[in-house]
């Protein structure tokens, strides 16, 4: 028989974190360039405003496989991880089509490199969500 461990009350270290810490957790999030803000809630707003704007201008809807889509809006789900150095890694897209994750990826992978997350003091990498519903036109 293999005794268990009560881990309820074990303190969180660093080696227990499993490579990144969300977004919405992280004490001091990543800076997006050009962003500045007295707190945390202005910097988060900065950033999520930033990487939109960014996405948007830069996503190519010239898509053939858009073509296809009825009038209405598409929904894609991005996720990436803003690393200890600032730039962007492990990209994962959810979209309707390839095509669209294709495109997706390929903006991401456009962004500037960042100043990275801070927890106690230290640099590191931060996940990111970002849901996006963009609307096809009759």
């Known amino acids: 028989m293999i005794a268990q461990k009560n881990i309820d009350n074990v303190p969180l270290t660093e080696s227990c974190v499993i490579g990144y810490i969300p977004f919405d957790t992280v004490e001091k999030v990543p800076v997006y360039q050009g962003c500045t803000g007295k707190d945390n809630k202005e910097l ?66 456009k962004l500037p490199q960042m100043i990275p997350g801070k927890q106690k003091g230290k640099s590191v990498a931060v996940l990111y969500n970002f849901p996006m519903i963009f609307c096809v036109k009759e």
Do not use: H, W
């Not at 200890?84 to 990209?91: L, N, S």
């Open 44 to 109: 988060k707003n900065c950033f999520s405003n930033a990487v939109s704007k960014f996405i948007t201008e830069n996503l190519s809807l010239e898509i053939k496989s858009i073509e296809n889509y009825p009038p209405g809006s598409i929904r894609m789900f991005l996720r990436f991880i803003i690393n200890k150095e600032g730039y962007i890694t492990d990209i994962n897209v959810r979209a309707q089509n390839k095509s669209l994750e294709n495109e997706a990826i390929r903006v991401i992978k």
